[in-house]
């Protein structure tokens, strides 16, 4: 029997199968360096997410929009001038309005939308203050 024929056909298969091996190697390493890549990538990432969380609490409060009142920026304005919470006759007085009621209860409504956006809090019932 003649066995060069087998021992060809068996280098054949085992110079293809060297080939493929090495071929999977190369894409081992692509993907090993890919891998490598992606774990840096989240690295920095969690870096970023911890350094943005760490900074958060010293960036200054976004305020709401105003609703669209001129008495607005002047109630905000008195409660930059006192020194303890204010009610509606005083939110009058400040804007120079007369304590009359229908003043007092127009300035007493823009105190509660002011509530409502967050703004001011009601300390007390008809008490107000600028929320810190």
Same mark, same amino acid.
């Given at each position: 029997?003649?066995? !060069? %024929?087998?021992?060809?056909?068996?280098?054949?298969?085992?110079?293809?199968?060297?080939?493929?091996?090495? @071929?999977?190697?190369?894409? #081992?390493?692509?993907?090993?360096? *890919?891998?490598?890549?992606?774990?840096?990538?989240?690295?920095? &990432?969690? #870096?970023?997410?911890?350094?943005?969380?760490?900074?958060?609490?010293?960036?200054?409060?976004?305020?709401?929009? &105003?609703?669209?009142?001129? @008495?607005? %920026?002047?109630?905000?304005?008195?409660?930059? !001038?006192?020194?303890?919470?204010? *009610?509606?006759?005083?939110?009058?007085?400040?804007?120079?309005?007369?304590?009359?009621?229908?003043?007092?209860?127009?300035?007493?409504?823009?105190?509660? *939308?002011?509530?409502?956006?967050? #703004?001011? $809090?009601?300390?007390? $019932?008809?008490?107000?203050? *600028?929320?810190?």
């Amino acid at each position: 029997m003649n066995i !060069h %024929p087998l021992l060809d056909a068996l280098d054949l298969q085992a110079d293809a199968a060297r080939a493929l091996a090495e @071929d999977l190697r190369a894409q #081992i390493d692509d993907l090993q360096a *890919r891998l490598r890549e992606a774990a840096t990538h989240l690295e920095h &990432l969690a #870096i970023t997410r911890k350094t943005v969380t760490g900074l958060a609490d010293r960036l200054p409060a976004v305020v709401p929009d &105003l609703p669209e009142h001129p @008495d607005y %920026p002047g109630i905000l304005a008195a409660f930059n !001038h006192a020194t303890g919470p204010l *009610r509606a006759e005083d939110v009058c007085e400040a804007l120079g309005h007369e304590l009359q009621p229908k003043n007092v209860e127009g300035a007493r409504a823009k105190l509660k *939308r002011l509530v409502k956006l967050g #703004i001011v $809090t009601e300390a007390d $019932t008809g008490s107000f203050a *600028r929320k810190q």
